[in-house]
């Protein structure tokens, strides 16, 4: 049997004003000048500039790359390698969700190893020589984890597909986790990112690879979670520093034993339709705990426990039943839509074969037919 591998930041810091360590690593680094790569919107509403202004305030020269979409492209990363190259930094800041953070590191690992510049050739285990350049990852959105995570996601806008890359290479260096960063985002976002943290949680505790480490993780986080989502959504700050750590605690354990069909699923819909990554995982999730629920063991139970359920006296079919209930009743709660529009039936085909060729798809504690892909798509409808 291989041994289990962790893989973790070199550090991390969390808490209310975590951002005000930044000045004091990039001095001790001695490092010259920041690649700070974020996206547009948080650049118009000012929250980047809360780490640019310490920047300037402590003398730090820096440049900012901004060419990031929320699903980002192949073509982001090629023009952020070029603008980095050219921009004379000698390390890298990323400031957002998973989509500033997973284009800062292809950035990042591309121009340490530019024999992988076409991108294409990162998907799946790239077998890289060079870690990434020095990175300081600061979320904004308490959902994707990316700051702690070995993974990222680029979309091939050409063949219509989402791919996604794991490499121990690209973790940020540093993680600084400020629930002040992600006060601004919108209720909207923050239900979605929560989604998406929860999805990571309740697939990471349930995936084919997961271990006791790992799951003590993913159940803390499940239970963050349960507790604080709906308050986040409210803005209020108990709720968005809860969703803050949750965010980073399930990624840690999920980043090493990986996910499931509710992920394949998920990136599959935002490659074709360009659904926001964590509503598609908030409106999968349900669909695959029942599809995945005899295969599972006891670990629903713990999931109905994490969310305030009594089990005692359940059957296992009760308590598999509490608990995806419960996923739902939040999921609704925080308001994600349970159905989607655009879902054609003339599209199945293609993405249940997408869905099938992911990365995530191994992982499921049930494997899945082309078939029944498509009738789990089907329930959007």
Not at 159 to 168: A, E, L, M, T
Not at 194 to 216: F, K, N, P, R, V
Request: glycine share 8%; with cysteine.
């Amino acid at each position: 049997m291989a041994a289990n591998r962790f893989v973790l930041n070199g550090v991390s810091y969390h808490g209310k004003g975590a951002i005000e360590e930044i000045p004091g690593i990039v001095a001790n680094k001695g490092f010259k000048k920041a690649f700070v790569a974020s996206d547009p919107d948080l650049l118009k509403f000012g929250v980047t500039q809360k780490v640019t202004s310490l920047l300037e305030a402590n003398g730090i020269d820096y440049e900012i790359y901004s060419d990031i979409k929320p699903n980002p492209t192949i073509e982001n990363v090629q023009h952020g390698v070029a603008a980095y190259q050219a921009s004379g930094a000698d390390f890298m800041i990323t400031v957002g969700g998973g989509s500033s953070m997973d284009t800062g590191k292809a950035i990042g690992i591309i121009v340490n190893n530019p024999e992988y510049a076409d991108v294409r050739s990162l998907e799946g285990v790239a077998p890289t020589k060079k870690r990434t350049v020095f990175t300081i990852a600061v979320p904004t959105t308490g959902g994707t984890g990316a700051e702690s995570t070995i993974n990222y996601v680029i979309t091939d806008v050409e063949k219509k597909r989402k791919f996604v890359c794991v490499d121990p290479n690209d973790i940020p260096d540093v993680a600084v986790v400020d629930p002040d960063m992600m006060s601004t985002m919108p209720k909207g976002l923050t239900a979605a990112t929560g989604m998406d943290a929860l999805t990571h949680a309740i697939e990471g505790y349930t995936t084919a690879a997961a271990w006791e480490l790992s799951d003590c993780l993913n159940l803390e986080a499940i239970q963050l979670i349960a507790k604080h989502l709906r308050g986040a959504v409210a803005n209020n700050p108990e709720g968005r520093e809860g969703m803050a750590l949750a965010q980073y605690v399930t990624a840690m354990a999920y980043s090493n034993v990986g996910l499931g069909i509710a992920h394949s699923m998920a990136h599959t819909l935002g490659a074709v339709y360009d659904t926001p990554h964590g509503v598609a995982c908030a409106m999968m999730l349900p669909i695959v705990m029942e599809f995945n629920q005899e295969f599972t063991g006891e670990k629903f139970k713990a999931v109905a426990e994490a969310f305030g359920v009594s089990t005692d006296g359940m059957e296992a079919a009760e308590y598999r039943k509490a608990a995806i209930d419960a996923v739902q009743q939040l999921s609704v709660d925080v308001g994600i839509p349970t159905k989607l529009e655009k879902l054609a039936e003339e599209d199945l085909d293609f993405l249940a074969e997408s869905a099938a060729a992911d990365a995530c798809a191994p992982g499921n504690p049930r494997p899945a037919t082309i078939d029944q892909f498509k009738d789990m798509f089907r329930k959007l409808m």
